[in-house]
């Protein structure tokens, strides 16, 4: 089993960053590959970002390339997310997740979610 917290968000205007974090505990950090979904009201969750069990691959859904960075320290059990340039249409509860093994887009591959944290963007 493994536990996920995130932390991080909150109300910011069109343009601003914020930075989420995620602390996992549980079996080895390391062994997990982590990633990001986010909910808007309304609208299925839908995938933002993943990484690889060391950290050294990552992906993104096109709508944040550029602008989202995804990262972890293993040391810390620790899955973070840079949003950058953030827009209203990022607005939603950003979820946390993990899996065993390797990095995955698909919602259903995730066993592990932690309980959401929220982002809301004003314009």
């Known amino acids: 089993q493994v536990q996920l917290v995130e932390s991080g968000g909150g109300l910011v205007q069109a343009g601003d960053s914020l930075r989420l974090s995620c602390a996992a505990s549980?079996?080895?950090?390391?062994?997990?590959?982590m990633g990001w979904f986010r909910q808007a009201p309304g609208k299925e969750r839908e995938f933002v970002a993943t990484?690889?069990?060391?950290?050294?691959?990552?992906a993104y859904t096109n709508s944040v390339k550029g602008r989202f960075a995804i990262s972890r320290d293993n040391a810390k059990n620790t899955v973070f997310l840079q949003m950058n340039t953030l827009k209203p249409e990022d607005t939603a509860v950003y979820y946390c997740?993990?899996?065993?093994?390797?990095?995955?887009?698909?919602?259903?591959?995730?066993?592990?979610w932690g309980q959401g944290t929220q982002v809301t963007v004003s314009s």
């Open positions: 997740v993990g899996r065993f093994g390797d990095m995955s887009e698909l919602v259903r591959n995730y066993p592990y």
């Open positions: 549980g079996r080895p950090f390391s062994s997990y590959a």
């Open positions: 990484i690889s069990r060391s950290g050294g691959d990552t």
